[in-house]
């Protein structure tokens, strides 16, 4: 079992940045770890991962060369920071992870964090 505690949330106005963390505890195994974001009225979408092992780093569109997926090994943490916010960034924001071969879609993630809010103003 893996136990995933997001943080970081809050208020910005755009233009304006803010860090995640996603801090795993429990059996930490893992080889994917995801971002995902959900709006009110709107389906949880896919935003970053990263693959624990050697780094590589997969994002959606719409966060390309605004958000950063990153992670510290040692604090076994994985960070999304999100730089240039939009009001259409405005979601509750989730971690997840995975133990799978290859990117995994969004039903193959098995443990999941309560979710984080964050709130851009215009």
């Known amino acids: 079992q893996v136990q995933l505690v997001e943080s970081g949330g809050g208020l910005v106005q755009a233009g304006g940045s803010l860090r995640l963390s996603c801090a795993a505890s429990?059996?930490?195994?893992?080889?994917?770890v995801g971002w995902f974001r959900q709006a009110p009225g709107n389906d949880r979408e896919f935003v970053a991962a990263i693959r624990w092992s050697g780094g590589s780093t997969y994002y959606a569109d719409s966060v390309k060369g605004r958000f950063t997926i990153s992670r510290d090994n040692a604090k076994i943490t994985v960070y999304l920071q999100m730089n240039s916010l939009k009001p259409e960034d405005t979601a509750v924001y989730y971690c997840a992870a995975a133990i799978e071969d290859s990117i995994p879609t969004i039903g193959r993630y098995k443990y999941w964090g309560q979710g984080t809010q964050v709130t851009v103003s215009s």
């Open positions: 429990g059996r930490t195994f893992s080889t994917y």
